[in-house]
């Protein structure tokens, strides 16, 4: 009998200091958001932190899938273990009409189908390549050739600006970061279009514009691909960086997005940490 009380003891005492942790990440969530988003300050100063919990609904893998996209679930502010965000719907929809001008189902699945069938994945392989490959007296004239390649099919990106913002973004990641090591590390910015479509479907659903069973279907089809892709969360994560990197060419910001990572590598609480290693 003895025995059974003090394992029922420590039992409590772990579901405790688990709750504890994933109220202290969340709330480490909520700081990073506001930080990194002016508009978030509309929100009240002071608002109740969710309780997390297990969702019995979700297997391990559905757990996985959603985790793929926790580098800017977390620096929403998002709830990470569960297919809602515990956002408010009202909140979620001018989210998406004003950083993404989404505003109808339609429009929402149309950026779902851009990320997942082109994305900026398409302008970073080519450039890539091109920078890795090539001696710099010959790399001007490539991605000169490059930009007129996407010109002539609408394509209004800038090349030379992409270009620049992923090798100063690599160099940053790799000098300042240690990122990027490791023979089996690929880099080829899928987390930052796959990671994104899966929490659109996330905040699609909230915003009801997608049925459970539908946002389910894609963020298992994107987790899988992502899943398949990498073998560490922390590759996974980088290549969100290299993407936002590539797009961006804000260090300061990548700087956050970098840390935010960390947070994600090293918690306790963390869906990568409490997950199944990758």
Known sequence: MKTIIIIVGVTALYILFVVVKLIKLNRRAKEIALRAKQDRAMQPEEEDTPELHEDGTLSLHDRQYIACGANLAYLHGDRMDTLETDSDQEEIRGMLKREWHINTRDKLLANIDWLVNHGHRVYFKPIWNILTTLPVRERAAELEKLQEEFTA?????????????????????????GCFEGKKCKLDALTWDLGRAINLCRWGYDAGFLSRDEAMAYIRKFGKDLLHNYTTWTNLGENYLMGFAMWSGDLEQLDELYGAQCDLLSEDSSPWVQLESR
């Open 153 to 177: 099919k609408g394509d209004e990106i800038s090349v030379d600006l992409y270009a620049a913002n992923i090798s100063e973004g690599y160099k940053h990641l790799r000098e300042e970061a």
